[in-house]
Every structure is written in C-alpha cells, then in structure tokens.
C-alpha cells in the first residue's frame, strides 16, 4: 500500500508559462475542478489514502495514463477514439492543461480525468495493478549528463509505475533522443517490464494507433529520428 504521509521531492521543469489566455485561465476555473482526479493533490489527501478508481469513471472499465501529456493532442484523440476506456493524464505544466481542457470542451468524449502535477502524486494513492496501459510520450530529454538522473526512466519513477500497472499491461514511450532511448533499455527491465520490440529496426514504426504530437512535429522538422519503443509489465 502507498504510504500514508505526503512525500517531500524535488522537482525539476516549468509549472507555468509566461502567462495564460483568458479562455486558458476560464477553462482552469470551470472545468478542471470537474474533471480532476480527486485527492490525487496532496494538499486535497495529505494523509495519501488510496483512491478508487472505479469512482473516476463509475464503473471497472480499463484504465490508460498518460505521463507528460503535453497540449493534450495525443490524449484527447485516444480518448475520443476509445470511449470505453477511461484515460488519466498527468501534467504539472499548467499551460498544457489548460489547453487540453480546451480541446476537451470543444468536443468531451466524457472519459478523461485530469491530473495538473507530478505523476508521482498519482502514484502515492493509485492502488496495485489498476493501470492496464501506460504512455511516456517525448518526455524532458534533459541532456546533460549529470541531469539524466532527471528522467522519467530511473527508478524513482519506473518502480511506483510498476506498482500501479497491471501485469501484461504495456508501456509505449516515444523519444527522439538516441541517448533517452539508451537509457530507456537500461533502465526500464530491470524495473519490472519486459521489451516487446527487441529489433532496433522497428524501433522508428509508429504504433497502428497513433496520434502525433506537436512535440514529434518539431522534432521531424528539425531533422530528429523518432523511436518508439514497447514494454509490458512483467
């Protein structure tokens, strides 16, 4: 079980942008109180009790998390397409939430719960084996080497998604950073997560189901290779 006090940790990247658009800052006030995920913050749960997760939705369908989801593209299409699954987004950038919560008004498929901060909030108060299918989408590559501690692959990270990840449950990270996905390989197996696409020749195949982002927009613009690279919880 997750413990019961909150957690103190360091985190590294922006919260918010230089500022917000006044139909960025209504959605924040109007619909992120409806669609957040109750005491995932640990100002709202500071004990960190565990949530359930058939509340979100109402019901035991299959639950999907996005990490990172950026603006929201790749999140908002899979949910519209996939109306029996619930999908859970994590962003602390809040910038990016707001502009979900803008794509999902214009068109709510009524299946997607917000969370506006670190991901490892969920992780204190999702219970075990919950997540059936998980996505780390062109994370921070911070590229400096005494920064790859930083990244989502390490530990700190990967255990408590492990935890929360039902087992055969997949993990699709994408990158363009040749080195991320080095250290993705390193990293992410001995953390509880078997590779499903050993040959580096498919590494740079898009899933069947996939929606680009802005993020692989740039990186194809500025000449950076796209790697996408498929795990299943052991």
């Given at each position: 079980?997750?413990?019961?006090?909150?957690?103190?940790?360091?985190?590294?990247?922006?919260?918010?942008?230089?500022?917000?658009?006044?139909?960025?800052?209504?959605?924040?006030?109007?619909?992120?109180?409806?669609?957040?995920?109750?005491?995932?913050?640990?100002?709202?749960?500071?004990?960190?009790?565990?949530?359930?997760?058939?509340?979100?939705?109402?019901?035991?369908?299959?639950?999907?998390?996005?990490?990172?989801?950026?603006?929201?593209?790749?999140?908002?299409?899979?949910?519209?397409?996939?109306?029996?699954?619930?999908?859970?987004?994590?962003?602390?950038?809040?910038?990016?939430?707001?502009?979900l919560l803008?794509?999902?008004?214009?068109?709510?498929?009524?299946?997607?719960?917000?969370?506006?901060?670190?991901?490892?909030?969920?992780?204190?108060?999702?219970?075990?084996?919950?997540?059936?299918?998980?996505?780390?989408?062109?994370?921070?590559?911070?590229?400096?080497?005494?920064?790859?501690?930083?990244?989502?692959?390490?530990?700190?990270?990967?255990?408590?998604?492990?935890?929360?990840?039902?087992?055969?449950?997949?993990?699709?990270?994408?990158?363009?950073i040749a080195?991320?996905?080095?250290?993705a390989l390193?990293?992410?197996?001995?953390?509880?997560?078997?590779?499903?696409?050993?040959?580096?020749?498919?590494?740079?195949?898009?899933?069947?189901?996939?929606?680009?982002?802005?993020?692989?927009?740039?990186?194809?613009?500025?000449?950076?290779?796209?790697?996408?690279?498929?795990?299943?919880?052991?």
């Open positions: 079980m997750p413990d019961t006090a909150a957690p103190q940790r360091n985190f590294y990247g922006r919260r918010k942008g230089k500022g917000l658009k006044r139909s960025h800052e209504r959605y924040l006030a109007e619909d992120l109180p409806r669609l957040k995920v109750p005491d995932a913050d640990p100002a709202d749960n500071p004990a960190r009790a565990p949530i359930d997760p058939a509340a979100l939705f109402g019901d035991t369908r299959p639950l999907w998390l996005e990490i990172g989801f950026g603006a929201g593209e790749h999140l908002a299409d899979q949910a519209r397409a996939n109306p029996g699954i619930g999908f859970i987004g994590a962003e602390p950038f809040i910038n990016g939430v707001a502009t803008g794509k999902l008004r214009a068109g709510d498929p009524g299946n997607v719960r917000v969370h506006a901060g670190d991901v490892r909030d969920l992780f204190d108060v999702l219970p075990d084996g919950c997540i059936d299918r998980a996505f780390l989408l062109y994370p921070d590559p911070w590229p400096k080497a005494r920064h790859h501690r930083r990244r989502f692959v390490t530990p700190e990270h990967l255990a408590p998604l492990a935890r929360v990840m039902r087992p055969r449950a997949e993990l699709f990270i994408a990158t363009d080195d991320y996905v080095r250290q390193e990293e992410v197996p001995p953390s509880g997560f078997a590779l499903r696409t050993p040959d580096p020749s498919d590494w740079h195949t898009p899933w069947a189901d996939w929606h680009r982002t802005r993020y692989e927009e740039k990186a194809l613009r500025e000449g950076r290779v796209p790697h996408y690279l498929t795990f299943a919880r052991a």
